[in-house]
């Protein structure tokens, strides 16, 4: 009978602390939740020094956001709070914004954004983060949207009165033709051919679309697959520091882009292409004197998958 009473007792315990768990998790406070999101456009976290990562904050606060902080730690160091415009009101039980955080770091360093908030009387963060990498000219264009292409080549401009030794130049690849070699292309890489060269009667150095050159009395190898280029002098003095993103926004032909454009020494021009790639290139040096000029670009092109 003792036994069947220690028995009665066990049993009564265990039921009496399942309940208890039971009403503990009934009695649970509401969850605080912390989301932070990339741009929908970005296809990799790699980003130059100068652009901007763009992130989209989410918290749902059921008890009220009683604190709430940025933070950016680089290379795993000490955290720094940044001081940004948007912040949720006091008690707030939802908050939502996007903000630019700029990329001020050196190539090779690794970057993490912290969002962190509390609510009602808790004082534990809630936490999210995003990571990101700084990489060289070039590599990043903000997440591996606009990545660029960057290499210097030597042109023969060539003339009018001299129609066979100017040249061709496909700036996807950097790759430099004359017009035998163009006329041994297949139709795709006579139509990839973005930027040809000339000296005109007048005597200038000039950047030609392809299919502007038959308008200017010159030799057209590409034939029907001569493609479209616009171009137009920029403000710049040298394409060093530029970013993939600087490419992408502020590249615009709507208005005052030519098919032709006189170029010179020292001197930066941007230009579209057919395929929608964005672009710039420096004018290095123009050496020689009539038909035997050689100019040298650097070339900053976008890579259109």
Sequence with gaps: MLNSFFKLILLSTIVFVLA???NTDILAP???????DESATYITND??????????????APDGITIFGIDKKVNGGAAQALTLANSPAPNATSFTATYEIPVT???GESVEII????QGGGNTFTSSSYIYDVVAQGQGGGGGVFPLLRSQVTVALGSQGNTTTGSYLNTATGTVYLSEGVTALTDAQKAAIDITFGVTTGGSPTIISPDAREGLTFNNPMGIQASTTTFKTSALTS???VTSSGVENNVNHTSGATATQAI???????YINEAGAKGYFEVVSITGVGDARVATLDVLVQNVQ
């Design 20 to 22: 208890s768990c039971e």
């Design 47 to 60: 980003f130059e020094k100068g652009e901007m990562v763009s992130i989209t904050v989410n918290v749902n």
């Design 30 to 36: 509401n969850a605080l939740t912390v989301n932070v």
């Design 115 to 118: 969002i962190k908030a509390t």
């Design 239 to 241: 394409i060093d520091g």
């Design 105 to 107: 770091e050196n190539v």
């Design 264 to 270: 010179t020494a020292n001197s930066v021009y941007s």
